[in-house]
């Protein structure tokens, strides 16, 4: 476990910041950008927290400590020093995913048309968060492309972008509140 004893230690005032095997990279490092993308996607989950309780609290809280999982994996470089032993994302994490949006969606409404962010304000949360985890997934291709990550990184990120859609509608009453958009509709 992590033990933080100091919050601020000056270490990043001059533009850089500690990797996981404690080499140093400026702070707008596509690596660090890539991390912090999945923090903010994290964040996003906090706030749609606030509006959900049972299975699907429960289903957000193991996400939001499976981000971490995934922050610390991408804060590792594979070719880095401390590469093993280090946490990484596993495929069960992905499947469990696959596996939680495969039971929501199966008791939702088939949909008509595409979906506008909306309706409860815990389904309106998780949109804001398919929008940033997006990112975070476009983030990690690019680093992908530039270094050696876990490819499961962007897999999952792929998975729970999906997952916060279908959760979204499960919370719009199965997806009877959904907002869907009306192509044209004010012209």
């Not at 299975?55 to 957000?60: A, G, K, Q, R, Y």
């Not at 999982?69 to 069960?92: F, H, M, S, W, Y």
């Not at 469990?96 to 309706?119: H, K, Q, W, Y």
């Not at 949109?127 to 270094?147: K, Q």
Request: hydrophobic share 35%; aromatic share 4%.
């Amino acid at each position: 476990m992590v033990t933080l004893t100091k919050i601020y230690t000056r270490g990043g005032d001059k533009g850089e910041t500690s990797l996981g095997d404690g080499s140093r990279i400026a702070k707008h490092d596509l690596r660090v950008d890539a991390y912090g993308c999945v923090d903010e996607t994290n964040a996003t989950i906090g706030l749609a927290r606030l509006h959900t309780e049972g299975e699907m609290d429960v289903m957000l809280e193991r996400i939001q400590n499976d981000l971490f999982d995934l922050g610390a994996d991408l804060c590792t470089p594979q070719d880095g020093r401390k590469n093993e032993g280090a946490l990484r994302i596993v495929a069960e994490q992905v499947t469990r995913l696959e596996s939680e949006i495969d039971r929501m969606n199966d008791e939702l409404e088939a949909l008509t048309s595409f979906v506008l962010p909306g309706g409860s304000p815990a389904a309106s949360y998780l949109h804001l968060c398919r929008t940033v985890c997006r990112r975070a997934e476009r983030l990690c291709s690019e680093l992908a492309s530039r270094e050696t990550i876990n490819p499961l990184c962007v897999q999952y990120l792929n998975r729970l972008s999906d997952h916060a859609f279908v959760m979204a509608r499960y919370l719009n009453g199965k997806g009877k509140s959904d907002v869907l958009w009306k192509p044209g509709a004010h012209r």
